[in-house]
C-alpha cells in the first residue's frame, strides 16, 4: 500500500493504461535506432557503419574527430575516400585500393586490418580496423570499429630502426676485432716461432740454460695469447650472432686426434695422459673441420688445467638414438679434484646463459653446440673427477635459433 495521500491503490495502473501505447513496429523500430545511435556516441573508438558496396551510412563523433570533416560530408561517400590499406598512398591507385579494402572489410570476420586514415588536416594515421557484418539483403550492414595506433606503428619504427643500428655496430665490433686479430696475430706467429728456434737449440746451442728456459716462456706465453685473441674473436662473433658452423661432414676421430697431438706437450708438462678411444672415420659429424677442432680443444684444455698431477683424460664417443635419427656425442672425462655442488650449478648457469658471465673455453664451445642445435653437458663430484659431454645434431641449418 502506497503511503502518498494523493494517490488511491490503482490509480497508478488506471493512469499507465489511459497512456497511448504504440503497438505496431514502429516503437521497436525507433527503440532500435535509438540503442544503435547511443551505442555510435558511447564507443571510445571511431565507427563507421557501411553498405555492402563501401558507402558510408552513420559516423560517430569520435570518426568526426579523427578525420576532421562533418558527419553530413562523410555520410554517403565511399569508405575508400577516408582510408586505405596500409601500404597504400592516396592519388594514383587509389580506387584499387579502396576495393581492396572493401574486399577485407566485406569479409566481416573481426580480423584486425592494418589501413592508413587519410584526415582533412593531412596528418595521416595508422589505424586498426576491426569489421563485422550483419543483417541481409538491403538491411546488409557493415559496422568497423577504428583503432588509432599511430604511436604504436611509431614505437615498432623506432625499435626496427635500434635493431638496424646496433646490427651495424655489432658488424663494426666484428670487422675492428677481425683487423685486430690479424695484426696481432702476425706478430705473434714471430715471436711464438723465434721462441722455438731458440727453445729447440735449432742453430746450435744457446750457450746458457737459463736462456733456454726463457725461450720456453716466451713460447708458452705467445700461445696463451694467441688462444685469447681467438676467444676474443669467438665471442665477438656469438656475441653478434655472425658465427656460422658451415654444415660440412667432420670426422670426429681425426680431429680429436689433432686435438691430442696439440696438446700432448701441455699434458706431459702436468704428467697428464691423454686417451683417444676413438677411430679415425668412425663418427661424421655435421660441422666444418675448424670449428669441431676449437670446441674439442676448449674441453680437452679445461680437462688438462683442472686435473691432479699425474691424471689422464679419456675420450670417448657414441652414436645415441634420437627423434630424428641419431646423435653423436663425444665425453671427456678426467680424474681431477671435481666440483662442489655450488660451483656445479653456477658452471651450469653459466654455460645455459643465465649468468652474466661468458668467454671461457666452455662457454665458446657450449654457446656453438647451440648454434648448430647440440648441446653440452656437464657432470662432477669432489673427488671423482669431471665428464663433459657434448651433443652434436644429425642435421642443422647453420644458423642462430632464435
Known amino acids: 500500500m502506497t503511503n502518498n495521500p494523493m494517490l488511491r491503490p490503482?490509480?497508478?495502473?488506471?493512469?499507465?493504461?489511459?497512456?497511448?501505447?504504440?503497438?505496431?513496429?514502429?516503437?521497436?523500430?525507433?527503440?532500435?535506432?535509438a540503442t544503435r545511435d547511443l551505442a555510435l556516441e558511447i564507443s571510445p573508438d571511431p565507427l563507421i557503419t557501411l553498405t555492402p558496396d563501401g558507402a558510408i551510412c552513420d559516423v560517430n563523433q569520435r570518426s568526426v574527430d579523427l578525420f576532421g570533416y562533418h558527419a553530413s560530408l562523410m555520410t554517403g561517400a565511399h569508405i575508400g575516400a577516408f582510408v586505405t590499406l596500409d601500404g597504400e598512398v592516396a592519388g594514383e591507385?587509389?580506387?584499387?585500393?579502396?576495393?581492396?579494402?572493401?574486399?577485407?572489410?566485406?569479409?566481416?570476420?573481426?580480423?584486425?586490418?592494418?589501413?592508413v586514415a587519410h584526415p582533412l588536416s593531412g596528418d595521416n594515421r595508422a589505424v586498426e580496423i576491426t569489421a563485422i557484418r550483419h543483417g541481409q539483403g538491403d538491411q546488409a550492414r557493415i559496422v568497423c570499429a577504428l583503432r588509432d595506433v599511430s604511436h604504436r606503428k611509431h614505437n615498432e619504427d623506432a625499435l626496427v630502426a635500434a635493431k638496424e643500428v646496433a646490427e651495424r655496430a655489432n658488424v663494426a665490433k666484428l670487422e675492428f676485432l677481425s683487423q685486430l686479430s690479424h695484426e696481432l696475430r702476425t706478430p705473434l706467429a714471430a715471436i711464438i716461432g723465434f721462441g722455438e728456434v731458440m727453445r729447440d737449440e735449432m742453430f746450435g746451442p744457446l750457450g746458457v740454460k737459463l736462456y733456454k728456459t726463457y725461450a720456453a716462456d716466451i713460447c708458452q706465453s705467445g700461445q696463451q695469447l694467441a688462444d685469447v685473441v681467438e676467444r676474443i674473436i669467438d665471442v665477438a662473433r656469438l656475441e653478434g650472432r655472425m658465427a656460422t658452423a658451415h654444415a660440412r661432414t667432420a670426422d670426429l676421430g681425426?680431429?680429436?686426434?689433432?686435438?691430442?697431438?696439440?696438446?700432448?706437450?701441455?699434458?706431459?708438462?702436468?704428467?697428464?695422459?691423454?686417451?683417444?678411444?676413438?677411430?679415425?672415420?668412425?663418427?661424421?659429424?655435421?660441422?666444418?673441420?675448424?670449428?669441431?677442432?676449437?670446441?674439442?680443444?676448449?674441453?680437452?684444455?679445461?680437462?688438462?688445467?683442472?686435473?691432479?698431477?699425474?691424471?689422464?683424460?679419456?675420450?670417448?664417443?657414441g652414436a645415441e638414438p634420437a627423434r630424428d635419427g641419431h646423435t653423436v656425442q663425444l665425453t671427456v672425462t678426467d680424474t681431477g679434484p671435481g666440483m662442489a655442488p655450488?660451483?656445479?650449478?653456477?658452471?651450469?648457469?653459466?654455460?645455459?646463459?643465465?649468468?652474466?658471465?661468458?668467454?671461457?673455453?666452455?662457454?665458446?664451445?657450449?654457446?656453438?653446440?647451440?648454434?648448430?642445435?647440440?648441446?653440452?653437458d656437464i657432470c662432477s663430484a669432489q673427488n671423482l673427477g669431471t665428464t663433459v659431454t657434448m651433443t652434436f645434431p644429425r642435421r642443422h641449418d647453420g644458423r642462430w635459433r632464435p
Do not use: W, Y
Open 254 to 317: 681425426e680431429m680429436v686426434e689433432r686435438v691430442v697431438e696439440r696438446l700432448a706437450s701441455e699434458a706431459s708438462k702436468q704428467n697428464v695422459r691423454l686417451c683417444n678411444n676413438i677411430r679415425r672415420g668412425s663418427l661424421p659429424v655435421v660441422i666444418d673441420d675448424e670449428t669441431l677442432q676449437k670446441m674439442i680443444c676448449h674441453v680437452v684444455e679445461n680437462a688438462i688445467a683442472f686435473n691432479r698431477f699425474g691424471g689422464r683424460v679419456d675420450i670417448s664417443a
Open 93 to 115: 591507385g587509389r580506387t584499387g585500393s579502396a576495393d581492396d579494402l572493401l574486399g577485407r572489410l566485406a569479409d566481416g570476420n573481426g580480423a584486425p586490418i592494418d589501413a
Open 342 to 376: 655450488d660451483a656445479l650449478d653456477t658452471l651450469r648457469r653459466t654455460l645455459d646463459g643465465t649468468t652474466n658471465q661468458a668467454g671461457g673455453g666452455l662457454e665458446i664451445c657450449a654457446a656453438f653446440l647451440h648454434l648448430i642445435g647440440g648441446r653440452l
Open 10 to 33: 490503482g490509480d497508478g495502473i488506471a493512469r499507465l493504461t489511459e497512456l497511448p501505447i504504440r503497438t505496431d513496429g514502429a516503437a521497436v523500430a525507433d527503440s532500435g535506432a
